[in-house]
């Protein structure tokens, strides 16, 4: 008798693997990554390094020795919220800080849940903002650009902390934007002010591009919350735009872009359908501007994200994909 | 302009028709031959032979045991040698006749000459006879008597008759084969077919894939258009390559734009569909008098001592089969009876192919080896593949869980099991496995509240 393997159809398997999308977000993140190195040299590479290497190290440690099971850091998914955590920070972050925010990524947002897959919030997300409560003065201050080999850092509050500070003052928005003399053009090619993510719009969308185009993420999550956020700000500075910041700057500022492209699109933290998605997509950009305009910190892009995280449950409930055949 | 494929869901492996320019060869006959009497769906045929008895081909040695049943012809001329069970292909044991070759007679009134006969007999119920007494199921996977599915219930009737060419599967040529190679009997067939359901429009639906096969049944269309009847209403249509496009609620939705809702036929959607090689055993049936004994085989895969096209008798040892192929390389670690997407593994291969055997997949160990099995990442993309637009990932969590009722709500049931979830999943899920297991569990239980009222 013939030894032939016995298994159940499909006897073939496409080649897309879990490993495979991870490094493709990984390339997507590429150009930021770039960017953010050639605008803040070193001190970039310094926090990038701390958080990939403490989010991989922590999730092998965490497997092996407190879940005792075999490792899963092959399939990059920590090395993913690594760079993520990285790019949602100013490089002025001390190491050890970083350490923390990946402590809490690793450790507390995405193993205790059951690690991949399992978790609720987004764990790259859930460490900025576990860091941005219990250390504001290093997240909201940055480091002016000084290329790769500059030697004076400059500091100051990020473009939305300043207007949110002019603003309580009494100053007016197109004042302070005319003070600081930011440009869109700044805002889209090199950065203003902000985390490392930010120096540069273009680079941000160079990857979502690619990640749309490799169908690793489909762009209705992304587009929907740029749209609400354009409408939504456009409808308030259409009211009073000495008060309330125009659509372009919220659009370009505050890692709303990181956030919506590569943040808001987590597989795990997203809803499944596309219908869920949109709505998701609009509760972050409108949450995200309600807290902008009329909440005490000054961004909320990663409140946002993590306020509508856990209303995911909710919308894979409530919306399904159409069955073929049932009306 | 027409719709070109079916709306939901769907992949697009590599097709890797390795055997498509293989023209379909006659294999010598195998030593003996173990017909199987339940190789169609529903209830096994009764054999009315008895060990010692001559057979010629052609002849009847079991007759249907039900309405849902089909005739069983000898495929070849010898003597009977035992009517007891063998083991079918994953060894399990069926109702058998073994009959020892001798010869190839033919019984009387078949007609085995290569010449058309384009003629429709204008009784329709003289065709559907035909069809039932020569024992045509269909061939597309299913093996339905085709003669049951021609009858439509009271009160409904065939707005469209759909020829399905798609050969979906990747790796299949058989059917590629015959309608390049039969494709005047298979045009002749559909106009046969059509003719028993009132003459509807007939669509010959196939891939986009097989340019040569659609120009081919087009020319000849054109050609017996003038005959005028059924001919009339045939049309050939191309349809963009996705699978499971031959999936019959997706080559209706793909031709006519229409959902067969749950739990419904196709019928109540005003279509019937049969297969290519359905349509060519039909023609043989009706025209040439020559029951369905022999079918075509696609012997194929990257590790295949070669890439071959059989036309094989009913019955034949699969070993028998492959060794016309060139054998069973050493490299060859699994062997699927059918397409790599829903074909069987092969336990016994000294199991005999039955009518519907269109195919004989070889694969490495390489090429079927599933990765290991990682978490869900919840990424949708089973989901965005399931062509019966279900949650495979929801369906694997509740059924783990044993949740059935829930599991009826997300319409397990409407599974096809065409596989495309597992072969999505990145995350190298057994999502089909256990889906299926969960689905028979949930048809059993509506069966049984059935039953009950
Ligand atoms: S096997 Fe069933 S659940 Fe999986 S994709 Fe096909 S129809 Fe959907
Ligand atoms: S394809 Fe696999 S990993 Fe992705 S959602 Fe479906 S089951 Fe989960």
């Known amino acids: ?327 | 302009m027409a719709r070109r494929t079916f709306s939901i869901g769907g992949i697009h492996p590599d097709d890797a028709k390795l055997s498509r320019n293989a023209a379909i060869e006659a294999i010598p006959l195998p030593s003996a031959v173990y017909i199987s009497l339940a190789q169609h769906i529903g209830a096994p045929a009764k054999a009315v032979v008895a060990p010692g008895d001559k057979v010629k081909a052609g002849q009847v040695i079991a007759e249907p045991g039900g309405f849902v049943s089909a005739f069983i012809h000898s495929s070849v001329s010898g003597t009977v040698k035992s009517v007891g069970v063998c083991k079918d292909l994953s060894g399990k044991a069926a109702p058998c006749v073994e009959i020892t070759v001798e010869g190839d007679e033919w019984v009387e009134g078949v007609d085995l000459t290569p010449d058309l006969v384009t003629d429709i007999p204008a009784d329709g119920k003289a065709i559907l006879e035909k069809i039932r007494l020569g024992g045509v199921v269909g061939l597309g996977g299913a093996t339905f008597p085709t003669h049951v599915k021609l009858s439509p219930p009271p009160g409904k009737t065939c707005e469209m008759l759909i020829i399905n060419g798609c050969e979906c599967e990747p790796y299949l040529t058989s059917d590629e084969r015959t309608m390049l190679e039969k494709g005047e009997q298979v045009v002749v067939g559909t106009a046969l077919l059509s003719h028993v359901l009132g003459d509807p429009h007939a669509v010959i639906a196939v891939e986009d894939n097989k340019p040569e096969a659609i120009a081919h049944l087009r020319g000849i269309v054109e050609r017996l258009r003038p005959l005028g009847g059924p001919y009339a209403g045939i049309e050939v249509r191309s349809l963009m390559k996705k699978y499971p496009e031959g999936g019959e609620k997706q080559l209706i939705d793909a031709v006519m734009g229409r959902q067969v809702k749950s739990g419904q036929l196709p019928i109540d959607a005003g279509a019937v569909v049969q297969n290519i090689c359905t349509a060519l055993a039909v023609y043989e049936a009706v025209q040439k008098n020559k029951p369905l004994v022999e079918n075509s085989v696609t012997v194929t895969g990257k590790g295949a001592a070669r890439q071959a096209n059989l036309l094989v008798r009913v019955g034949t040892p699969l070993r028998h089969v492959i060794d016309c192929a060139g054998g069973l390389p050493d490299s060859i670690a699994k062997v699927v009876s059918g397409g790599p997407m829903m074909g069987k593994a092969v336990v016994n291969l000294d199991a005999p192919t039955l009518k519907g055997t269109g195919g004989l997949l070889l694969l490495t160990e390489a090429e079927t080896r599933r990765g290991a099995e990682g978490s869900c990442i919840r990424c949708g993309k089973c989901a965005d593949a399931c062509p019966m637009g279900l949650e495979p990932f929801l369906l694997n969590r509740l059924a783990r869980a044993d949740r059935n009722d829930e599991l009826e709500a997300a319409s397990v049931q409407d599974c096809i099991q065409c596989g495309c979830c597992l072969y999505t999943c990145p995350a190298n899920i057994p999502l089909l496995d256990i889906i299926a297991v969960a689905k028979a569990r949930v048809l059993g239980i509506i069966k049984a509240r059935a039953a009950a009222k």
């Open chain 1, 1 to 327: 008798m013939d030894k032939l393997i016995v298994s159940p159809s499909p006897h073939l398997h496409s080649s897309c693997s879990t490993k495979g999308l991870m490094r493709d977000v990984l390339i997507a993140l590429a150009p930021a990554v770039a960017v953010s190195i050639v605008f803040y040299g070193w001190r970039a590479l310094l926090v990038l390094g701390v958080s990939v290497a403490s989010c991989v190290l922590l999730e092998y440690l965490i497997v092996k020795y407190l879940l005792r099971k075999s490792t899963t850091v092959g399939d990059l998914s920590a090395a993913v919220t690594g760079v993520l955590l990285a790019l949602n920070l100013p490089v002025t972050t001390p190491w050890w800080v970083v350490f923390l925010g990946a402590l809490f990524a690793v450790g507390v947002a995405k193993m205790t849940f059951g690690g991949l897959g399992q978790n609720v919030f987004n764990p790259a997300i859930a460490g900025r903002v576990f860091l941005l409560i219990s250390f504001p003065s290093y997240m909201t201050h940055w480091e002016a650009p000084q290329g790769l080999f500059g030697v004076d850092a400059v500091s100051g509050a990020t473009p939305l902390g300043a207007i949110k500070e002019g603003l309580m003052q009494g100053a007016s928005v197109p004042d302070l934007m005319a003070q600081h003399g930011w440009t869109y053009g700044q805002m889209l090619f090199s950065n203003i002010g902000g985390s490392a993510g930010e120096a540069c719009a273009i680079a941000i969308l160079l990857g979502f591009l690619y990640l749309v185009v490799r169908r690793v993420i489909k762009p209705w999550i992304t587009l929907s919350i740029l749209a609400t956020v354009a409408l939504v700000s456009l409808l308030f500075w259409g009211i009073d735009p000495a008060r309330f910041t125009d659509p372009l700057f919220n659009l370009l500022t505050g890692g709303l872009l990181l956030g919506a492209c590569f943040m808001a699109t987590d597989y795990v933290t997203s809803p499944m359908s596309t219908a869920g998605g949109v709505v998701y997509g609009i509760g972050i950009g409108f949450i995200t501007l309600m807290i902008r305009y009329f909440g005490s910190y000054p961004e909320g892009m990663s409140f946002a994200i993590l306020i509508m995280n856990a209303a995911v449950p909710l919308l894979n409930i409530w919306f399904h994909q159409k069955k073929f055949g049932r009306a």
